[in-house]
């Protein structure tokens, strides 16, 4: 299952999208069963898993590893890719710019006088060590309550939900995620603003990077798919004190510091569309992935963060929970921590 990531994410790397799938999608499957896989014969009746797939498990199985898979991670193209792009604000066309360079590290970055860095990327070298560390459930549910104080004291007909990771009962997560609104329609524009503004005020805003809506309902339904919505968000880096963690920080910063910066993103939609954002955000990537097919293949219908279209009946289909969207899918609700594969 590992083996399969390595796989797809080298994939990834140079550009090759379709293998690249594939092993995520193969690596979902494995990840879904309940039992081991120790022999080819076991996987016979298992969906997505193509002959590239079978074959490397096949060595994996037989040797104990396999040899693509180690060529890959001693590769030291895709070391460096990865490395980079364990940057905040890094993706993958500025790690091949850096790795065409013929810089290495992070010391070969930060000591070349014509690299330009910007504020994300400057974010995400300063506080490398702390956002690279997973954030714990309980660090998440501080977080939560600093954003529940903040949006409150704003307004008090705010909704604010988690989403992402969290809300699927991970444990551990890279983020946390939320989101916020409020049922008088058009006034959650403002309100991101408002909640930054106010974490800043209380000194715990180290970063953020505010994207404005630009979400039209006159453009729906989208047939491309976009990995980005249109609503307003924001990607911010808090400082998070110990004392508001329960049970303290995760670990120990080293330093003597009593902080760590934890990443936190904000989405803000028009309460209208506040399920199919919850949808869309509470993952997992895959899931989201293969729900839309669903939709798109067997009921002939759009699926994103914004909305669901039913082009055989050519109208938008309302929802104000996500079981709606399951209903109007004909399927039955899958429950957050059921959606991790
Ligand atoms: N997402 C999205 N639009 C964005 C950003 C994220 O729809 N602009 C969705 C992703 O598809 C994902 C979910 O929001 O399903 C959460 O994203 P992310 O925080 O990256 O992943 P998590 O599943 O929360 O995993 P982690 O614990 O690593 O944060
Ligand atoms: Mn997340
Ligand atoms: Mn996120």
């Known amino acids: 299952m590992d083996a399969f990531e390595v796989l797809a994410e080298n994939y990834e790397f140079n550009d090759i999208e379709g293998r690249c799938l594939a092993f995520r999608r193969a690596a979902s499957v494995l990840k879904s069963l309940p039992w081991a896989v120790r022999s080819i014969g076991a996987t016979q009746d298992l969906p997505c898993l193509g002959e590239h797939t079978k074959a490397v498990m096949k060595e994996i199985l ?9 060529k890959i991670l001693s590769d030291e193209r895709c070391q460096t890719l990865k ?13 091949e710019k850096w790795y065409r360079r013929g810089l290495r590290s992070f010391s070969d970055v930060l000591a070349q006088p014509a690299i330009h860095l910007n504020r994300m990327q400057q974010s995400g070298f ?3 060590g702390d956002i690279s560390r997973a954030v ?3 660090e998440a549910q501080a977080v939560g309550n600093i954003i529940d104080e903040a949006v409150h004291v704003i307004t008090p007909n705010a909704i604010l939900a988690l989403t992402g990771g969290f809300r699927r009962g991970k444990d551990f997560g890279h983020d946390v995620d939320f989101i916020v609104t409020t049922m008088e329609l058009g006034k959650e524009e403002n309100l991101l603003i408002s909640i930054i503004q106010s974490l800043k005020k209380q000194g715990l805003l180290l970063f953020s990077d505010y994207q404005a809506s630009t979400f039209d309902l006159s453009k729906l339904p989208s047939h491309r798919f976009e990995a980005m919505d249109h609503f307003a968000k924001c990607f911010l880096i808090l400082r998070l004190e110990g004392s508001r963690v ?9 330093d ?7 990443r936190v993103d904000l989405v803000s939609p028009p309460a209208d569309r506040f399920a199919f954002t ?9 899931f989201e992935r293969d729900l839309r097919r669903f939709a798109r293949l067997e009921r002939q219908m759009l699926l994103d963060n914004h909305a669901l279209y039913d082009k055989t009946k050519k109208e938008f289909l309302t929802a104000t929970t996500e079981k709606d969207i399951f209903d109007h899918l004909g399927l039955e609700y ?7 594969a």
């Open 334 to 340: 899958i429950e957050p921590w059921q959606r991790n």
């Open 136 to 138: 714990s459930k309980a």
């Open 256 to 262: 003597g510091r009593e902080w760590r910066a934890v």
């Open 62 to 70: 037989q040797y104990g590893r396999s040899f693509e898979v180690e």
């Open 278 to 286: 919850m949808l869309g955000w509470t993952g997992s990537r895959m």
């Open 246 to 254: 329960e049970g303290g920080l995760q670990r120990a910063q080293g």
């Open 83 to 95: 490395l980079f792009t364990s940057v905040f604000g890094v993706g993958p066309k500025t790690a």
């Open 126 to 128: 300063l506080h490398y």
